[in-house]
């Protein structure tokens, strides 16, 4: 039988303010790398009062990452520098890869409710500098697979034999939204080298066969690494989204919305922005 991936960590994260005056939860930031490797950032959302998210993220540069921002419920309204524009909604994703550089803003609209993450992920120094590009991925391009007291939503990566709505062109990224029903049970073989996380976005469960430990929502879960997953939902069901992703083991130089390899490189960026050299033709 296949070893279940093992509890390392259980994160909380802090409340912050970021943006304009965004109020947000920091799942994981800064002090996270090396464990999450190649994530770097989850921010999660959970507000019913416009006021905590209306001010929205005005315009901003990025270079070096990609940022993937899922909404469960919400509507975000966003423009870049590429001339994209548009609105993520309801069972929507934006995956952004900032690559060499872009700007762009994501002006939150008020809404019944405003649930969702954003999560930066890592680019490998060999595509640091990549052109910017932006996907648009609805909720009607994510495919849901259902099984007994169980959905799959699958945003990137594979579930079985079916394919996500993207693959991750830089690094190749599961990225699952899972429903479980009360007391129903869910398992999934996993790539043992790959780093392993969930955020709990509703509900509780446990992550081991003994049941001994239930974590609750707002939550995520750091896994060591092994050959499967396995979760078992609470009596009152939980909802979760799964993020699998090959480490990149490299060094990581983080400035504000910038991430380089090197100090040099982030010195560097920072003088492109304010010289107006930021975005390349």
Known sequence: MSSIRKIRRIVT???QIDGAGVKLVRVIGHGDTQEFDPFL????????????YIKGFPWHPH???????????GNVEHRDSLN??????DGC???????????????????????????W???????????PQYRDISASMIPKIQEEGCTIGIISGSYGDKK????????KTLFLDVELAPGKEWSMATDIEETLF???????????????????????????????????????????????GQPLQEPIAWGGPIVMNTREELQQAFREIDNGTFIKK
């Open 164 to 171: 996500g709505a993207t693959q991750g062109d830089y690094v």
């Open 13 to 15: 994260g802090s409340s």
């Open 41 to 52: 950032m989850l921010d999660a959302f959970d507000s019913r009062d416009p006021k905590d």
């Open 198 to 244: 969930i955020y709990i976005v509703e509900g509780s469960g446990c992550f081991d066969t003994e049941m001994q430990t239930v974590i609750e929502s707002h939550k995520a879960v750091l896994f060591e690494n092994s050959e499967q997953f396995f979760a078992r939902a609470s009596d009152h069901g939980m909802r979760f989204l799964l993020f699998s």
């Open 63 to 73: 270079r070096g990452i990609e940022t993937v921002t899922y909404l469960i419920a």
């Open 84 to 89: 994209n524009k548009g609105s993520i909604l």
């Open 121 to 131: 992920l890592n680019l490998p120094r060999k595509d640091k500098m990549t052109r």
């Open 93 to 119: 994703c934006q995956w952004m890869t900032a690559g060499g550089g872009i700007l762009h803003q994501e002006m939150p609209q008020p809404s019944k409710r405003m649930l969702g993450v954003q999560l």
